[in-house]
């Protein structure tokens, strides 16, 4: 009977995280602090004195996510183990995974089978507590906003224009809309409020696109809360929270250090969500793995919809980073379901859904060669039930295209499995073809960057708000905030914003519902549809599943 993800990480031979680090990157034991045995922070300052050059960056993405899996954290995991197999020396930059996927329906984030980043249970589990951190920093804000009104309100806070939400690492929709300060004047002022998980909070933004803990705390300072009657902003320095806020995260700020099943290092920082936030790990931790190694494999959220296109247009472009390959991940099982086969008859072939279902992947790989500007491989996740004219039938459709296909078995073999991705890879990195490039310009209008994404990337054919979406947008454009990027909140399961249209849907619009502006994190937040910043928990949660005995083990984590 095979091993489940969680029994192969237990019996993994992990190497102490300080020698692993010394042998592997040349870091010394004074640049770590040490969670454990198999965890550290790695030292700002040894960071930013570190003389290495910046390596290649391999950006892993994939097609639209489905009840199938696709495996692009496997990928990128796997890819890693590869290119260190093949003598490239390699670091592993991943985003840190949410409790509310884990004990909802997605499960964890650290890989699957053989290619996996460990201490598993750790890593999904609390970790070194970086998001307990963003979120006591976000909601000290919130406690802030609402003591100063019960104190006499110099600021002039209007009750009605309070933009500042609370958060919580966990999926509740009961807590959606609340209302807060009931039970008497010693409570403060009633008034509508809410919940939105971590990782679409703008704390988590701004620590992932942050630079230094100067540029944290700036960036912190200029959180637009609320705003007066005369609807005049009130920014975080107004109450002077931005300082005590960076205090709260001193030590979340430095990049995680852990290890693959093949003890190869994988620095995992930061948590945004891609279909409610930018959907990438820190730029700290991405460009310390550059200086760190060769090659550095990271990843960008759900498809190249929404991952892929946030990691160009809002981290490359507030960071200057250049990513010189692009892996596209799929699976045979994903294409024919959005052919339209019913989830339980996947493992049977049908040649005339996988042709259907390949017009996502299409999509995505034209928008990452020809809207992003990178040259790409397509890793196809192998499962027993391909068959070899499935598989054909893509390599004669990708062809056409000029896009390799390769069949990548680091689930089942590891490193081994992904040996052939890793060569292509180093080719295509190597080849000097990147000309990576925006969806749309600084200068463009908002209305036209979010036009731009609709039109251009998901194959809308024009967007949609109301009249008051319509005006904040104006309003914003005149306030002055025009050049900053868009950050789209939209289903990751579709092109469109219904989750149900499968494939390439073309011709659709897309409705803007309402408009959030994140002055700190410097981007505009477009929610489209009918996504959730606070996500619901499945009728059958991951949790129901997830133990531990009497001697500590923990069984039913994925």
Known sequence: MALSDIEIAQAARLQPVMSMAKERLGIPPEALEPYG?????IDLGW?????GAYGKLVLVTAISPTPAGEGKTTTTVGLGDALNRIGKRTVIALREPSLGPVFGMKGGAAGGGYAQVVPMEDINLHFTGDFNAIALAHNLLAALIDNHIHHGNPLGFDCRRIVWRRVMDMNDRALRSTVVALGGPGNGFPREDGFDIVVASEVMAIFCLATSRRDLKERLGNIIIGYTREQAPIRARDLQAHGAMAALLKDAIKPNLVQ????????????????IAHGCNTVTATKAALKLGEYVVTEAGF???LG??????????KSGLRPDVAVVVATLRALKHHGGVDPKDLNTPNLAALEKGMANLERHVDNVRNRYGLPCVVSINHFTSDTQDELDLLRRH???QGVPVVVARHWAEGSAGAEELAHVVVRLAESGTATMRYVYEDQDTLWDKMKAIATRVYG?????ADSAVRAKIHKLQADGFGHYPVCVAKTQYSFSTDPKLRGAPSGHVVNIREVRLAAGAEFVVMICGDIMTMPGLPKEPASIRIDIDDDGKISGLF
Do not use: Q, V, W, Y
Not at 309 to 314: G, S
Not at 460 to 464: E, L, P
């Open 37 to 41: 045995h198999h965890k550290a922070k």
């Open 47 to 51: 960071i930013d004195r570190h003389p």
């Open 260 to 275: 693959t099943l093949e003890n190869n290092p994988a620095i995992i920082h930061g948590g945004p969500f891609a279909n």
């Open 303 to 305: 498809g190249a919809d």
């Open 308 to 317: 892929a296109e946030k990691f160009i247009d809002i981290k490359c472009r």
């Open 398 to 400: 990708m062809d056409r």
């Open 460 to 464: 809308a054919s024009d967007i949609t």
